[in-house]
């Protein structure tokens, strides 16, 4: 599932790491997330949401699917 | 200090118990085996299998870290652990066959290293999946 992740993480200087850290999470599941290789659970995608001070929809395309 | 990420946590929390089994496996088979072949006691079996009990501690120590990691790496788990099933039944089922035409009897230890070899190759491949 295509997503606005990485834009969204760059635009905070944060790391791969660090946004690990804020969803509790493995950096590794960033890097699946980020590729658009992992679709996340909604509560996931609800807490990535609250991170970013975003909405699942402005940071998930459902319809664009790798 | 704990770590505030729940999964790093758990990461850890399973290395820790997970190592420390490992030296206790080695470190009561070790025991029993001299201990057997020292004292030849009565029962010996009930010695041989001591080493059991913290290999039996693994089990719930990675049930743990099955519940405590996060999603994603539940999935690499699960989707390996299936591989790993599916491997260990086919080379099962191939050396069954082929029992019949006169190879030996295999060990218990041919269906253990099956599922921990495919496993951990299986583990490594659905990892690379999701980069």
């Known amino acids: ?66 | 200090m704990s770590d505030p990420n729940p999964t790093t946590r758990a990461n850890r929390r399973y290395l820790t118990g997970f190592s420390l089994a490992a030296i206790a496996y080695v470190a009561v088979l070790f025991a029993a085996i001299g201990y057997v072949n020292y004292a030849q006691p009565h029962g010996a079996l009930r010695y041989l299998l001591a080493p059991l009990i913290p290999i039996a501690f693994m089990v719930p120590i990675f049930i743990r870290y099955f519940r405590e990691t996060d999603e994603f790496q539940r999935r690499i788990v699960t989707e390996s652990l299936a591989i790993a099933g599916g491997v260990t039944a086919l080379l099962a089922v191939t050396y069954a066959f082929l029992e019949s035409t006169g190879l030996p009897h295999p060990s218990a230890w041919f269906t253990w290293l099956a599922v921990m070899g495919s496993w951990a190759i299986a583990r490594i491949f659905v990892a690379r999946r999701y980069r």
Request: a neutral charge.
């Open chain 1, 1 to 66: 599932m295509k997503n606005r992740l990485k834009v969204l993480r760059a635009e905070r200087d944060w790391s791969q790491a660090e946004l690990a850290d804020r969803l509790g999470v493995a950096r590794q599941t960033i890097v699946a997330l980020e590729a658009g290789k992992y679709a996340p659970s909604l509560p996931l995608a609800f807490k990535i949401g609250k991170v970013f001070s975003q909405s699942v929809e402005d940071i998930f395309d459902a319809d664009a699917t790798d």
